[in-house]
Nanobody
Framework: VQLQASGGGLVHPGGSLRLSCQASGFSLDYFAMSWFRQAPGREREGVSCISSSDGSITYADSVKGRFTISRNNAKNTVYLQMNSLKPEDTAVYYC??????????????WGQGTQVTVSS
């Protein structure tokens, strides 16, 4: 069971990035998926979650209207499209698999993280 996050990098304020989270060893079909982030010296923050059943989605207030989570079960991958990036979005971004098909807040596996740096 492995989650591989990718797509991070250095981007200017106002720019965009798309993060991917590829699962291997199990199918994402039956699990909600989440993105988290952690900036230096700060606690880990939930960014977004997408259920596997009805596609229900939640976002942190700080990213609403700028970030979009999506999933492609055929590719066993979850995405986070990040637009209008701000310096305060700088963090290591992690994906996580929920224990259930809905966004329960209980997780069964975590990816290794990908660094996103927003700077001019």
């Amino acid at each position: 069971v492995q989650l591989q996050a990718s797509g991070g990098g250095l981007v200017h304020p106002g720019g965009s990035l798309r993060l991917s989270c590829q699962a291997s060893g199990f199918s994402l079909d039956y699990f909600a998926m989440s993105w988290f982030r952690q900036a230096p010296g700060r606690e880990r923050e939930g960014v977004s979650c997408i259920s596997s059943s009805d596609g229900s989605i939640t976002y942190a207030d700080s990213v609403k209207g700028r970030f979009t989570i999506s999933r492609n079960n055929a590719k066993n991958t979850v995405y986070l499209q990040m637009n209008s990036l701000k310096p305060e979005d700088t963090a290591v971004y992690y994906c996580a698999t929920d224990r259930y098909y809905y966004c329960s807040g209980y997780y069964r596996s975590w990816g290794q993280g990908t660094q996103v740096t927003v700077s001019s």
